[in-house]
């Protein structure tokens, strides 16, 4: 396990508040930050490069100045499409560097020069991946660090099963590395380290925060749900994605029978998270992740929607008891 420099002795908990389209704003990466762990948004969250160098500042001088007990706020972190469809690649990667954005998490393409941009300043760069293959190549760009998305995951999620994943992956990394994926308590955390992770990357969680940008309804429905009704499926945005099943069937679409999308590879993704649901079957469809919402099987641990820090509060002692417990199985 490797802590990469700039995070170690930053972090209450070894959390990323993992980025969400239309879920993590401004507020939940500073409440994230100030309660102790890396908060995150995607840029794509903004309509444009202005607005992106916008919440960038908020957020610079929201973390400025330690908490009154003198406690520097946990770095924070940007989610960036390299993918030649995103049109704001240039310029979004000219506000994190004029920023110095210290965590940049690359989806979708590893680029060398991005990976380049980012340490000019000190920073780090993370790469998200579903498979070893991927991770190779990401390796091969020089990133920092690999997030590994397992299945059950909010958003666009892997298919493997994290033990597969992460065995895979260890055979072409042995950097620091993040698991995502149905993560929900304390516990998973100290799971997903004893499993040679070095974070754990938690988003549906974080979504029922009351700073998240998620309507009272979808708060409701992240409490409601069971990880059984989580519906992974192409059909809503291309990409496979885990879906809440109350909001595909109140959007007029039957959970069971969805239709097949007529385009699946990533190569013809034009946004990943766009708002307009890229399936071809209808134009007046639904619109995906604005009206069906994404979350993962981790709403199995959501009870109540909290503000951030009583969340992390929760994280630390649910960590903290699991670790005792298990020192004591373990006889130590
Ligand atoms: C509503 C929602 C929106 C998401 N949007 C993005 C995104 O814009 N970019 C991204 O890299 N991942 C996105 N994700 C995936 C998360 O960053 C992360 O991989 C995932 O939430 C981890 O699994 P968990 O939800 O089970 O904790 C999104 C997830 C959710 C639930």
Same mark, same amino acid.
Do not use: W
């Given at each position: 396990m490797t802590m990469p420099q700039q995070l170690q002795g930053r972090l209450r908990l070894p959390i990323i508040s993992a980025p969400m389209f239309l879920g993590s704003g401004v507020d939940l990466v500073v409440g994230a930050c100030r309660a102790g762990v890396v908060g995150t948004f995607p840029a794509l969250n903004l309509r444009t490069t202005e607005d992106f160098d916008g919440w960038l500042t908020q957020i610079e001088t929201a973390l400025a100045e330690p908490d009154a007990s003198g406690r520097r706020p946990a770095p924070f972190g940007v989610n960036f499409i390299v993918h030649h469809t995103n049109k704001r690649i240039e310029a979004d990667l000219e506000q994190i560097v004029a920023h110095e954005v210290p965590l940049v998490i690359t989806s979708l393409g590893a680029a060398k020069?991005?990976?380049?941009?980012?340490? +000019?300043? *000190? *920073?780090?760069?993370?790469?998200?991946v579903t498979n070893a293959k991927h991770a190779a190549k990401a390796a091969a760009a020089g990133v920092d660090g690999l997030i590994l998305v397992s299945a059950g995951a909010g958003g666009h999620a892997g298919g493997l099963n994290p033990f597969a994943l992460i065995t895979e992956v260890r055979t072409v990394w042995d950097g620091p590395l993040v698991l995502g994926g149905a993560l929900?308590?304390?516990?998973?955390? =100290?799971?997903? $380290?004893?499993?040679?992770?070095? =974070?754990?990357? #938690?988003?549906?969680?974080? =979504?029922?925060? +009351?700073? +998240?940008?998620?309507? $009272? %309804?979808?708060?409701? #429905?992240?409490?409601?749900? +069971?990880?059984? $009704?989580?519906?992974?499926?192409?059909?809503i945005s291309t990409i496979p994605a885990n879906f809440l099943r109350e909001s595909i069937a109140a959007a007029g679409l039957d959970p069971d029978h969805l239709p097949v999308p007529e385009r699946v590879d990533l190569g013809h993704v034009t946004n990943p998270h766009a708002e307009e649901p890229q399936s071809t079957t209808s134009t007046t469809a639904p619109k995906a992740w604005k009206e069906i919402w994404s979350a993962g099987q981790s709403v199995a641990g959501i009870s109540s929607v909290v503000?951030?820090? %009583? =969340?992390?509060? $929760?994280? %630390?002692? %649910?960590?903290?008891?699991?670790?005792?417990e298990l020192l004591a199985v373990l006889g130590e």
């Open positions: 020069e991005v990976v380049d941009a980012v340490h +000019s300043y *000190g *920073g780090l760069v993370f790469h998200d929900s308590t304390g516990r998973d955390v =100290l799971a997903a $380290q004893a499993a040679g992770a070095d =974070l754990a990357y #938690m988003g549906t969680r974080f =979504l029922a925060t +009351s700073e +998240s940008l998620v309507s $009272q %309804e979808y708060g409701d #429905m992240l409490v409601g749900h +069971s990880a059984e $009704q989580i519906v992974y499926t192409p059909s503000p951030v820090a %009583e =969340l992390v509060d $929760q994280l %630390e002692a %649910e960590y903290t008891q699991a670790k005792g």
